[in-house]
């Protein structure tokens, strides 16, 4: 009886040890900081937001508020950043490793390929320009995304699409759904990689979106951020 007495001591004992290290690690796991990292240019940056927000900032709130774990946020945008220019981030030691660490990454550029491209901006179209800076731009694109995908084979990719920043001009239309085409179709050759469109939410030039000439202001960064949010779920 009394041994029977013991060993039932002793599987309480057991087993109280138990839930507590299985709560434990579940409270560890639920408290693991998840890391975004956002690459790309004054887009990604910001610039146009007199709150300071853009879009990678209300995401950053948005999940603050929503999601279970902590999150992260490692901003790399540089203004006026071409292909060329965060190609050569990829050769930055901090960079990668936040790259390496990344549970998601957000990748938006390209509207500055097109505009040096044609020689600065978009007010005459030198076709043959644009089809050179398409062609280096999907080059750079490509050795990015390797290079992306060698540091973190399995983080999602949150690629954003172009869009126009003189919505009421048919040729600038034309250049912007070709780069998105063939954007999309380079990155389908990864995995993991979720397309985002842009274009269709700012269709209209008006104040009530944009800041200036091609960057947002608060409400523009809100609806990208709407955009984000219904497009992936985090």
């Known amino acids: 009886m009394r041994k029977q007495k013991k060993w039932s001591i002793t599987a309480i ?5 138990a839930i507590g290290l299985f709560s434990f690690q579940s409270t560890m796991f639920s408290q693991k900081e998840e890391r975004i990292v956002a690459l790309g240019d004054s887009l990604t940056f910001g610039v146009g937001d007199q709150s300071g927000n853009g879009y990678v900032e209300n995401l950053d709130q948005w999940l603050d508020e929503h999601h279970e774990r902590k999150v992260t946020v490692d901003n790399y945008a540089i203004p006026d950043q071409q292909t060329d220019g965060m190609l050569g981030q990829m050769n930055e030691a901090a960079v990668l490793k936040s790259i390496e660490k990344a549970d998601y990454i957000l990748l938006f550029i390209g509207t500055n390929d097109v505009i040096k491209s044609n020689g600065g901006d978009l007010t005459e ?15 750079n694109l490509k050795k990015i995304m390797d290079t992306v995908r060698e540091e973190n084979p399995e983080a999602p990719i949150l690629f954003l699409g172009l869009y126009s920043p003189y919505p009421d001009h048919e040729k600038i239309n034309t250049i912007i759904n070709n780069w998105n085409e063939n954007s999309r179709k380079l990155i389908d050759g990864y995995d993991n990689v979720h397309y985002i469109k842009t274009k269709d939410l700012f269709e209209e030039k008006s104040r009530k979106h944009f800041s200036d000439a091609l960057h947002l202001n608060e409400q523009g960064y809100e609806r990208l951020t709407k955009r984000i949010l219904d497009e992936y779920d985090f």
């Open 13 to 17: 004992i057991i087993i109280t040890i």
């Open 125 to 139: 179209i030198r076709k043959d320009q644009i089809a050179k800076g398409e062609k280096d731009y999907e080059k």
